[in-house]
């Protein structure tokens, strides 16, 4: 009853020696008859001994008893606890609801943050199952005659929105090279990328033609960029006549190595996935054996060393210094060279690269 005394009134009650007035010999062997809760009861039977003095504090939650705590002594030790004592032990008392709570909240965070790893876990494979998907939409260099061809993608997060392919037409000497960049990072630039391979795959009579499939493209995927764009390159190469017809829509130009020297292969063209009815100009070089054609992204460009300067003005220099190698060698020494610029593995953008040789 004292407990509940102190919890109803939100009041401390102290005994000083409760075997004065309930001695250990009336109710030890009374314990089964004795009007006490089972856990009381039994909480007396595993004591088994004297008590001497009870102190039972309130626990109070902005004006609200939440419990009690009850101390005992037993046997001869009798404990006298003035005003300042008891009020110390209250103060102590008082900080048990935000304790209680503290726990509480920490339960909760701690469940949160196991929901947290777990979806986490659940994300990460899903990014490397979208991690393979996507690199099993890269094209593959084809085996056309007189021409060699290498490509190098490294997206900055484990999946990206550069995008390369190499399309086959009816013709077996004539190929067609795309490369791309669509705006932005990770999951939804790559989403962007699989359609733009799933439309070039459906483009059909539009691949030979390069003004015609970019066209297509921005036709079918305007509807679908959700605020983001395109640039991309697309070149329809006749390996027997070594004609190279091309378009472009706001892309790096690519640049051809010839006899030491550098050309751009620029052309006019408005980003993908922005404008209705664009129209792309068609361009077109004759290449000659010795040639070599660099395809890039700007990521590879505009990437800074710590300094803050960008790769761009070491760039040109570069591939005229490894103008000899063949596109395999060529597109390593390339990504050296950047990472040596950069001075980590760590990029800001996408890093695609593609090397063709003519002859």
């Given at each position: 009853?004292m407990?509940?005394?102190?919890?109803?009134?939100?009041?401390?009650v102290?005994?000083?020696?409760?075997e004065s007035?309930?001695?250990f010999?009336?109710?030890?062997?009374?314990?089964?008859?004795?009007p006490?809760?089972p856990?009381?009861?039994l909480?007396?039977?595993?004591?088994?001994?004297?008590?001497?003095?009870?102190?039972?504090?309130?626990?109070?939650?902005?004006?609200?008893?939440?419990?009690?705590?009850?101390l005992?002594?037993?046997?001869e030790?009798?404990?006298?606890?003035?005003?300042?004592?008891?009020?110390?032990?209250?103060?102590?008392?008082s900080?048990?609801?935000?304790?209680?709570?503290?726990?509480?909240?920490?339960?909760?965070?701690?469940?949160?943050?196991?929901?947290?790893v777990?979806?986490d876990?659940?994300i990460?494979?899903e990014?490397?199952?979208?991690s393979?998907?996507?690199k099993?939409?890269?094209?593959?260099?084809?085996?056309?005659?007189?021409?060699?061809i290498?490509?190098?993608?490294?997206p900055m997060?484990?999946?990206g929105?550069?995008?390369?392919?190499?399309?086959?037409?009816?013709?077996?000497?004539?190929?067609?090279?795309?490369?791309?960049?669509?705006?932005?990072?990770?999951?939804?630039?790559?989403?962007?990328?699989?359609?733009?391979?799933?439309?070039?795959e459906?483009?059909?009579?539009n691949k030979?033609?390069?003004?015609?499939?970019?066209?297509?493209?921005?036709?079918?995927?305007?509807?679908l960029m959700?605020?983001n764009?395109?640039?991309?390159?697309?070149?329809?190469?006749?390996s027997?006549n070594?004609?190279?017809?091309?378009?472009?829509?706001?892309?790096?130009?690519?640049?051809?190595?010839?006899?030491?020297?550098l050309?751009e292969?620029?052309?006019?063209?408005?980003?993908?996935?922005?404008?209705d009815d664009?129209?792309?100009?068609?361009?077109?070089?004759k290449?000659?054996?010795?040639?070599?054609?660099?395809?890039?992204?700007?990521?590879?460009?505009?990437?800074?060393d710590?300094?803050?300067?960008?790769?761009e003005?070491?760039?040109?220099?570069i591939?005229?210094?490894?103008?000899e190698?063949?596109?395999?060698?060529?597109?390593?020494?390339?990504?050296?060279?950047?990472?040596?610029?950069?001075?980590d593995?760590?990029?800001?953008?996408?890093?695609?690269?593609?090397?063709m040789?003519?002859?």
């Amino acid at each position: 009853m004292m407990l509940c005394y102190a919890y109803i009134n939100k009041r401390t009650v102290k005994i000083d020696d409760a075997e004065s007035f309930m001695p250990f010999s009336v109710w030890e062997n009374n314990l089964d008859n004795m009007p006490l809760l089972p856990k009381d009861r039994l909480s007396l039977k595993i004591i088994n001994r004297e008590i001497r003095t009870i102190l039972h504090v309130p626990i109070v939650d902005k004006d609200e008893a939440i419990g009690v705590l009850e101390l005992f002594s037993f046997d001869e030790n009798v404990v006298y606890l003035d005003e300042e004592e008891i009020r110390m032990i209250e103060n102590i008392v008082s900080f048990v609801p935000s304790i209680i709570r503290n726990s509480e909240l920490y339960n909760r965070i701690e469940k949160i943050n196991k929901l947290l790893v777990n979806r986490d876990k659940q994300i990460q494979e899903e990014i490397k199952l979208a991690s393979k998907i996507q690199k099993s939409l890269l094209g593959i260099p084809p085996d056309l005659k007189g021409t060699k061809i290498s490509c190098f993608y490294k997206p900055m997060e484990r999946v990206g929105g550069d995008f390369f392919d190499f399309i086959m037409v009816k013709d077996p000497d004539v190929i067609g090279i795309f490369i791309s960049d669509v705006s932005g990072h990770g999951v939804p630039a790559a989403f962007i990328t699989t359609m733009l391979k799933v439309f070039i795959e459906t483009s059909g009579e539009n691949k030979i033609s390069p003004p015609l499939l970019l066209k297509y493209l921005n036709k079918n995927l305007i509807p679908l960029m959700g605020g983001n764009f395109i640039t991309a390159f697309y070149g329809v190469y006749d390996s027997e006549n070594k004609i190279l017809r091309y378009s472009n829509s706001s892309h790096n130009f690519p640049l051809l190595i010839r006899d030491k020297h550098l050309i751009e292969l620029k052309g006019k063209g408005k980003f993908i996935g922005v404008f209705d009815d664009v129209e792309f100009e068609e361009k077109s070089i004759k290449l000659k054996n010795g040639d070599k054609l660099i395809f890039y992204t700007d990521g590879v460009i505009e990437s800074v060393d710590s300094s803050g300067i960008n790769f761009e003005e070491k760039f040109r220099n570069i591939l005229l210094k490894n103008s000899e190698l063949f596109p395999d060698q060529f597109i390593q020494n390339i990504y050296y060279e950047l990472l040596f610029h950069r001075g980590d593995y760590n990029f800001e953008d996408d890093i695609c690269l593609i090397c063709m040789n003519i002859g």
